[in-house]
Structures are given as structure tokens and as C-alpha cells.
């Protein structure tokens, strides 16, 4: 990782625009189009620079998932706005040996599909990058109670890892984006508080957990796709 020093007490436009400052063209931004994600876009766009924002187009996604990266692209098109799939031919060959709907037979299989369609594209869209910013929040999930705003990347320590609204409660995410008439991803409002793979992901039902809607078969300590190892 890049020796850098951040800023304490920091509000998340600071971090956005410490990051922006310091890793200028060498940053970027994962959207999945969830509220923080949409959040972080705007705060991006707050810096002035014309910050990289990707996508993962896994091939599975909701088509209001698309619906809501396209407005962001349009509200803010100072930033610069990309999708990475995943290659053709690893997806043939995945299908070719799990099926369409092999992930909900193993954590594994669940695991395999994640690498070739989320975890490889992710690393083309960060190849050149020094650090990127996440719109992870600690409270989202058991798996990230620990996590720093500014730290390693778990996946390759040598990039640094940002997440500006680690310590946002989620009405503090929905206040500032009404706020601010940022575009939001509608399925949000049907009760899927995060975000994913349509085949992956459901709305939770009340006094359910965050992030009890993605992979819902599962333990919640292997709720996560990789994109985010510690
Ligand atoms: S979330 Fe589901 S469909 Fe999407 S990449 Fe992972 S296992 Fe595959």
C-alpha cells in the first residue's frame, strides 16, 4: 500500500476528497448502485475530478440495477462511468459445469461463480489503480465490525482500500441522500436493503438483518463474494 496519511475525524466528503487528492487518476470507485454507492458517486462528484466509477456487470444483475447506474451517469457526468463483465468464455465454461443455478448447491460453487463474474472482472477494473472507494458501512454485517475507513486491501495489500461512510448509520445514507436528490436504486424501497445478483439476492422481512436477503441459504459468517476480504 502507498504510504499515505489520512485525515482523523474526517467527515466523508473528506475522506472522498483526501482520496481524490491524493491517488488522483489512480483511484477508483466500486458502484453497485446501492444507496451508499449512489452516495459516494455524489461525493465524488463533490471533488471535482473526474473519478473512474465501475460497475460489475455480473450478467445477473436487476434490470433496475442498470436503470439506476445509467442516472447516476447522466446526474453526474463529470465523473467517468464504466462496466466490467466477465469473459464470455469463463462464463460458458462455468455454466457448462455448475448450470445457471449452481451457486445455491455449495458455498463453494456460490464461490465459484463470484470469482468468474464478479472477483476477475474486478481485478481488470482496478488494474492501475492504487486505491478504490467502497460505500461499506460497519453495521451491514458481522464481517465488517472490524474494518478501518482507510486500510489495506485485504485482496491485494498493496492498494488502499477507502470507505468514507464505514461509521453512517443507514437513515444518516437515505437523509443525505434525499438531501441531495441523489438517484437511488428503487428495489430499495420493495425491501431488499442490499443489493446483488437478482438470483442471489431477496427482500428481507421485518427484524430481519441487513444483509439477511443475499445468499439467504447460507451461514452469515460466508456472506461474502470476495469483493471485500479483510
Ligand atoms: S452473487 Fe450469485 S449470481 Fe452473482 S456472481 Fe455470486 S453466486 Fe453468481
Not at 7 to 25: I, R
Not at 40 to 45: E, G, I, K, S
Not at 129 to 158: F, I, K, M, N, Y
Not at 169 to 180: E, I, M, S, Y
Amino acid at each position: 500500500m502507498t504510504s499515505v496519511s489520512h485525515p482523523s475525524n474526517a467527515t466523508a466528503q473528506d475522506f472522498v476528497t483526501w482520496a481524490a487528492e491524493t491517488f488522483d487518476d489512480r483511484l477508483a470507485l466500486a458502484c453497485s448502485a446501492s444507496v451508499e454507492d449512489s452516495v459516494l458517486v455524489h461525493l465524488a462528484a463533490h471533488t471535482g475530478k473526474a473519478i473512474r466509477v465501475f460497475m460489475l456487470d455480473t450478467g445477473r444483475l436487476h434490470p433496475e440495477t442498470y436503470e439506476t447506474f445509467e442516472r447516476l451517469r447522466v446526474k453526474y457526468p463529470a465523473l467517468r462511468f464504466e462496466i466490467f463483465a466477465p469473459e464470455a468464455s469463463e462464463v460458458e465454461a462455468l455454466v457448462k459445469d455448475q448450470g445457471l443455478f449452481g451457486f445455491r448447491d455449495s458455498v463453494t460453487e456460490r464461490k465459484t461463480c463470484c470469482e468468474v463474474r464478479k472477483l476477475r472482472p474486478l481485478a481488470r477494473a482496478l488494474a492501475g489503480s492504487d486505491a478504490w472507494l467502497t460505500g461499506l458501512r460497519r453495521e451491514q454485517s458481522p464481517t465488517r465490525t472490524e474494518l478501518s475507513p482507510v486500510a489495506p486491501d485485504g485482496g491485494s495489500p498493496e492498494r488502499t482500500k477507502i470507505a468514507p461512510l464505514l461509521d453512517w448509520t443507514l437513515d444518516q445514507v437515505w437523509d443525505f441522500a434525499k438531501a441531495n436528490r441523489i438517484p437511488t436504486h428503487p428495489l430499495h424501497l420493495a425491501g431488499f436493503p442490499s443489493i446483488g445478483c437478482a438470483p442471489c439476492t431477496r427482500a428481507i422481512e421485518p427484524g430481519e438483518e441487513f444483509r439477511a436477503g443475499r445468499w439467504w441459504w447460507e451461514q452469515p459468517e460466508h456472506k461474502e463474494c470476495g469483493l471485500h476480504r479483510r
